[in-house]
């Protein structure tokens, strides 16, 4: 019973296509992530989703966008892939509390090659 | 803006040495979180501390938060092959309940 799982687990593709990756998690947890981890491992947050609110890291390009049919699930969807989106995307998700702060479980993540 | 930062990159250790790594905020953190991610793998929760000069164990692991709730470390002992991986810190981002702004990682290496 994997708690948060993604798809594709690797994803090749050429500059300019459009794909997305599928992110769902089993936990009932409140909120969902998106996370992109480069070749130096560096975590940077992309998104952060709950039932209220879409949080978007003003760094991250309009190419990328979440999209949550429903409460267990937060795709990412990305236009016109460019080189530099080359890395490993992680999927996330926790219980939001409003007085006192949980573990962030992730997926096993997608790593999108784009050539 | 705000900041975590983690220092060091990398630590080259011989199997049973020690390892520590630190993590150091630009601003009060209300609670502190670590992570592993293990070669390949994904960032695994390890512990949150909340308190002001709070230390925790698990096993070899020992983690403490700083008093003025700006700093944090996490020490293994007597490191073995299944520490190897990245270890990560992370504190709230700004006043969220829920964002996290991570540090950058250390990445603990095993000498053959």
């Known amino acids: 019973d994997t708690a948060v799982s993604q798809t594709p687990k690797y994803l090749v593709t050429q500059m300019g296509n459009d794909k997305s990756i599928k992110c769902e998690q089993n936990?009932?947890?409140?909120?969902m992530y998106w996370y992109k981890q480069d070749s130096k491992k560096f975590l940077k947050i992309m998104f952060s989703y709950n039932n209220k609110e879409l949080i978007i890291n003003e760094t991250v390009p309009n190419r990328f966008s979440p999209k949550s049919p429903d409460k267990a699930h937060l795709n990412l969807h990305i236009n016109s892939l460019e080189l530099g989106d080359s890395a490993v995307y992680f999927c996330?998700?926790?219980?939001?509390?409003?007085?006192?702060?949980?573990?962030?479980?992730f997926g096993p993540g997608t790593r999108l090659t784009v050539l | 803006g705000q900041q975590v930062m983690q220092i060091p990159q990398y630590q080259h250790v011989q199997e049973g040495e020690d390892f520590t790594t630190y993590c150091n905020s630009s601003?009060?953190?209300?609670?502190i979180q670590w992570y592993k991610q293990r070669p390949g793998g994904h960032p695994v929760f390890l512990i949150q501390?909340?308190?002001s000069g709070e230390v925790k164990k698990q096993k070899r692991l020992t983690f403490q938060f700083g008093e003025a709730k700006k700093n944090s470390s996490l020490h293994i002992t007597a490191t073995q092959t299944t520490d190897v991986g990245t270890y990560f810190c992370a504190g709230p981002f700004r006043d969220s309940n829920y964002q996290l702004i991570w540090g950058a990682g250390t990445k603990l290496i095993i000498k053959p």
């Open positions: 936990l009932g947890h409140d909120t």
């Open positions: 601003t009060t953190l209300s609670n």
């Open positions: 996330a998700s926790s219980l939001l509390a409003r007085s006192s702060y949980n573990e962030q479980f």
């Open positions: 501390l909340v308190k």
